[in-house]
């Protein structure tokens, strides 16, 4: 395939700077259906990226499309602030009903404003409300957002120098396997935490990524997560699971930290939730944590309610039983068998992941920058990922067929045998 | 109209405490239609809320209606994070060729993420970054967002409390007629910048909006703008418009800081730039403060795609002429002789407004909220606004039709009376 | 007199460039005796600055001598941490029946270490600790100390941006007479506090000097201090006064704030509390706002006991009675009518103070540090001081006899002279 | 010995709770001499104390006694905020004659202030001023200074939550042997400044005290400072040795880390920096970074000249050659063959120790209070240090002669054995 750099004039003129994967991917896009997208002058790209993980289902999934044209048709309430609505309803129903009730999960549900953003933001005034103390413990290489309350328990030096002032009351611990198991986990945390004369401000909440998507495909081992959940509550921390990209079935279960068999204070979800890419976004928490005052926290667009009529088709298609989990672990084995015959044949290359989400890493730092590019010369749409953009991150959509899968996976192997 | 209270089983059982609106209102809203809103109970509401303004050219405009599924019928891009895409270029033409160019205006655009706390966000990073300080003047009464960078800058005590933290480096000057003209503008404000001893650290920028919605619909003059922008020149600051609810028409012009002829180095737009209430925002700012990094600040649902679609279809349908400012402004002035003669007959009530933002202020400040609750009984949504409520503020869509407008402002007239 | 530049080679080659005072004053000092300094080149200098306001009764006061050399004499304890000495106890018996009970002032005394800025950060940190909140009101120009809680609520920019940090928690409010009367006292703070979409974080205190000093002596008058201490009440904010220049008889009465006839929740004393220029503060409080725990503050020089020694000597020596308060009050008079004479003179001059502290400005802001040289030729030591060296600052010691009062003022009335 | 409770009425009555050592000494010391006290009513005790490092030469040291007498007799300057005095410049000389030139070191000198904390302020004022960071590295159990500035960056928790506002811009990272020996020297320090995404902001210093008094006596090992040094050289950061307690030959040296062979960029010196236990304090750093304007920092107190009067006699008698340094290294042995064996008998007492300052760390906790209790009641006076007072801290006079620190000993050996 041979692709000519669009005109892109009126993005270069008008655009500012700050746009980003405009760069990588120079291309103008028009359509996108299931696991392609479609230039406008007519090339497909086989889609590995998925909205960051917010199209888990595919592009404009026609299930749910069907439920929105309707719902459009017919006048349904689009914006809604936080008023109740038959859509809002409709969606809080089929979320207890598919997901709560069965996992057991006791949350209240809370509408934060639709981006994951917002959800952290919401999270962190939770908890700090609840706890009555400022500071937060973050771990190495994560990723919560960009606003200000989100970026300062974000890892990332860069973005972290865009907040333009110091980033205070957090504090970033040791994440899984940081020390490649050469230091017990959680030695450092639990000192700090036990030693009166140790300078750590006693923590209100501690926010983890069970799988650390922008930090790396960072996989936390289900014990790792138990012990914190322990430590947690040890030492009357509040546990909060950002679920923003690895939650709504990335990892299998609906939340990825179902296989750690623990129940975290407050959870964070968005991205995919919607299932049809629109903002939305859920706050979650225990309900003796509700103790948020009427309006303490709002926003405009929290009531975005074609994103709940998606949501709730999204619930009542995928998640009335187990077949998505079961169907997501066994793409993820194909994953696995081709990254792991990548890296059989390639040396400098390691791979890691979970159910759907999965990340080589290349010695050589900046060859995975040029293993994207030269997929993306290829047909196939991914990403770099990690501190240092050495990890290519795989992020297919979870309903993507078998074959398409694999010719990603070709593609893939390719890419990366040629920029040997 | 006697209103039966719906069954809110789930809502109840399942929301947080946090939600407010929909305590208001007691009603399940099901379907809406320009100024008309509907619950499930088949009872028929006129909105002169709007979504909080983000509804300025009503529920489910048909114009745009058509246009955004259209779009999602021939399955556009939905999802698009900052890729480039026909319907983001679409918007920008639009945005260009109507708005900005018209106005001789300079900005660059950045998508920021889709909500007004995002654009907020991304406002006050780019200040600090261009100017190198941390310290953001704001005014009393004003309202930027709940993030804790917009939280910080917002004046309302009880939101603020909800940070958890101390909010710090920002310093709230006296909006205009902040005491009655008793006082010169800004006297307080320029004295601290030229007194080298006064204690103020020097900001890097004031972020205002034209007219104070949450905070009372308080209006600003356009001499005082006029001089605000100069104190900004002056002192080398830079001045920030929140135009977030203002903005997109509400006061009349497209912007609401065009009547005072001054050009901000940034501006926040967000709720209604989308025309269909769905979430979307931009920060516009002047060329020469570009100075952002590809990806120094980023967003998961910053390329909503419909929402380009409905805004650019806005911006071709209302915006290539001077004849939406015009309506708006006939429309206005039927307001402002209804509250008129409503403060006449009423002692203790008084207006002000400009555009179609209105707001009566009860001298019994527990009387605006019973003007609200009367108001939903007789089928009309207003809401309060001021730091104690005391404010009853009209944001109907610009698209009412006079008929409508006479009758909410008749029911408002009987809501003012029957509360007397 | 003629000065020849002494060499000052170990001070240029190894003291740091932050020295300061040896620069206006490029001398190198020898012996000091009552209101005269002498160089080692044999010249004298009558002092009008009396180390900044740290000795009140004149350089190595003679009675204080006797008092300090028999205590070093005997071996009485130094160095005595917070341990009770004889030396503490007499020291406080001496305060308490020369200085509290009189004035039936109720303050318990705590040690915070020997300088002003330890007992202004051990008042703030009692305060915020008391109102469990972290935000202070201190008033333009205000100066409390270099150390970070202390240059928080320090007005001066120059030394606020030696933080290297954003100073935080800190609002500035117009001091007394900052619009030349033209707006009411505490209208803008007041509103503030009142108006709960204002912004302003509640304060836990509010901390005033009721005389700056560095600040340009600013003199608030005692009708402005009654309604500051009346607005603390109404408020629930502790009142500080910074008592560290003005107390300890500078204005006449013992502390500056009696002749307001208010009673502050928290003093800092200092400067001249010892006598005779040795390192002592105190940190004075209502006996409910004592909560502190044991230790929870401390210092290792905190039990300067020479110094409680000097000190006691002091308010046994001057303070038994009221004497020394009507001295400091006719030299005032003396001070007075010099300065009028010189401000009728001499156009663009104008004098302010109160007892024996008293500020000439100069609309011709460079001339008040020509001044300043000028009278350091002719032999008296006088200092600039406000937020541009524009106030030439006269803090004679209150044991100055008459006729070198009057010397010193005529020679400083030569020096105005001579700069015109 | 027994001892009579003294009557402690004024103290009880006026001076604040705050107040801590007077508790666990319930006596009014009155004299003192070398290494012993004396109370009001005849008792002598022994001091293993030495106003917490502040009286390295014992009690009014005779030599010391007679230059400040002899200075107050002739009426030097006494109090000369930064003026240059011949006083001052006979320090300065001997400073440098006698420490900087012979150990090579190219320090420039400034007075911060007279106290520990003002010494600390100066130094991470400067460090943050150099480097334009805000954030500095310090030690678990590391112990500052109580100023806002100094008490972020210690350890003490209890201590911390004094400040009544969350202490931010410190990161505590693991002190010397902090895991016994199992983590590799920094492991998790220089992992996180080379992970661009550990979200560690670049901290502008390391502040680290090579004893950790406060802290527990805790001794790091040459070989980890050096270390530390390399660490700060290779990640751009600076190095400041707080040696308030350490310096001025506690350890042996004159400074604390000559040991190790290394040259901090900073070092605070303090406590018995004047040799008579009369507040003075020194911020040292290396030429190229006195980048301070004049009067960018001050104090009233910066000038205490009959400090530097002792304290330049000091020098010259105690540091013109290598006596002190072996003195106290013998000393030192006496010391440790002492506590050897009373903890080769006492099981679950552990000792350290380098020079003169030495702990015993008792397993079981509240014991190492009983011990300073039982050793008070026996005429001796030592206290705890430690996050939970385990540890008996031994810092006697440098100057104690062999048969008064042999009598110390037996009476600690006995005080142990008598708290078994």
Redo the contacts between chains.
């Keep these: 395939m041979t692709i000519t750099p ?1 005109a ?1 004039s ?2 270069e003129a ?10 990588g ?9 299931g696991s392609h ?1 479609y230039d ?1 002058d007519g090339h497909t790209y086989l889609d590995f990226f998925a ?2 993980g ?2 888990n289902y595919g ?2 999934n026609p299930v749910l ?1 069907r439920a ?2 309707d719902y ?15 859509a ?2 409709a969606f ?2 089929s ?2 009903n598919n997901i709560l009730r069965p996992r057991d999960l006791p949350y ?4 934060p ?6 959800a952290v ?1 919401a999270a ?6 609840v706890k009555g103390r ?2 937060i413990v ?5 990723f919560h ?6 970026l ?21 611990m ?1 994440f899984d396997n ?2 490649d198991g050469t ?1 017990p986990d959680f ?2 945390f639990e ?2 935490l036990e ?8 923590p ?1 909440a501690v926010i983890v990524e069970t799988v650390q998507g922008e ?2 495909i960072n996989v936390a081992r289900p014990e790792w997560l138990r012990a914190l959940a322990e430590l947690c509550e040890r030492q009357d921390m509040l546990l909060i699971v950002d679920d ?1 990209q690895m939650g709504c079935g990335r990892t299998g279960a609906f939340f990825s930290f179902e296989e750690a068999g623990i129940t975290p204070d407050i959870v964070t979800v ?2 995919s939730i919607s299932g ?4 939305m976004s859920l ?1 979650l ?1 225990k309900p003796e944590l ?12 929290r009531g ?1 309610n ?1 994103a709940f009529v998606t949501a709730a088709a999204t619930l009542d298609t995928y998640w009335a039983d187990g077949q998505m989990e079961k169907q997501t672990l066994a793409r993820g084995e194909q994953v696995e068998q081709a990254l792991r015959a990548i890296c059989e044949e390639q040396p400098g290359v390691h791979f890691r992941g979970r159910g759907l989400v999965w990340g080589m890493e290349f010695e050589d730092k900046p060859r995975a920058s040029a293993v994207c590019k030269r997929a993306f010369e290829l047909g196939l749409l991914v990403e770099t990922s ?3 953009g050495e990890v290519v991150k795989l992020l297919p959509a979870l309903t993507i067929s078998p074959e398409d899968l694999d010719e990603g996976l070709r593609t893939l192997a390719r890419a990366v045998r040629e920029t040997a």
Tied chains: 1, 2, 3, 4.
């Design positions: 669009p892109l009126v993005f008008l655009e500012s700077e700050v746009r980003s994967y405009c760069r991917w120079p291309a103008v896009f028009d359509r996108a259906q997208m406008e909205g960051a917010s199209l592009h404009n499309k929105l044209i459009i048709e017919r006048d349904g309430v689009t914006h809604g602030l936080d008023m109740s609505t038959t809002k309803r809080l129903e979320f207890q209240k549900v809370m509408f404003g639709p981006t994951g953003t917002n933001e962190l005034k939770l908890a700090r409300k400022e500071s973050s771990f190495t290489n994560a957002g960009m606003s200000l309350g989100s300062a328990v974000t890892g990332n030096a860069f973005k972290r120098a865009g907040a333009g002032i110091p980033l205070v009351h957090g504090t970033p040791p940081y020390f230091v030695l450092w000192r700090l030693d009166q004369g140790s300078g750590l401000n006693q209100a930090g790396g923003i968005s991205k049809y890419g629109m903002p706050t928490f509700d103790i948020w005052e009427p309006g303490e926290h709002n926003g405009t667009f975005n074609p990690g501190p240092e």
